[in-house]
């Protein structure tokens, strides 16, 4: 369900399976456990992901706002199907960039570093 690892200095969660109230919690706290109060760039990662309902966005709202006060940055990568247009309605991609996938996420955020 949650994969999480770092590439350099930023944090990736890979999320896969149905994103709802009882799960998206554990994904909560398996990111928070990992990141503590450190980490300043992450992308979550919803390629494998089959559902979503809106407690998966309050979970994604709530590690945006975690970066967010520590100056960082946030994506989104591997967005399909339905949650395009969830996350279009609610407004998300205002505040937080969307990638295709991982690999563009970090190469952008690299390219603005050097």
Do not use: P, Q
Request: charged share 30%.
């Amino acid at each position: 369900m949650v994969n999480c690892r770092y590439s350099k200095d930023v944090y990736i969660v890979e999320l896969s399976g149905d994103i709802d109230h009882c799960t998206s919690e554990k994904i909560k706290k398996e990111i928070y456990m990992n990141t503590g109060k450190y980490v300043r760039k992450m992308i979550i990662d919803l390629t494998n992901v089959e559902f979503m309902d809106s407690s998966g966005i309050g979970m994604i709202l709530g590690r945006y706002k975690e970066i967010k006060e520590r100056n960082g940055e946030i994506a989104l990568t591997g967005i399909k199907g339905n949650m395009e247009r969830i996350f279009n309605m609610s407004g998300l991609y205002k505040i937080i960039n969307k990638f295709d996938t991982i690999g563009e996420a970090l190469a952008e955020w690299r390219s603005c570093n050097e």
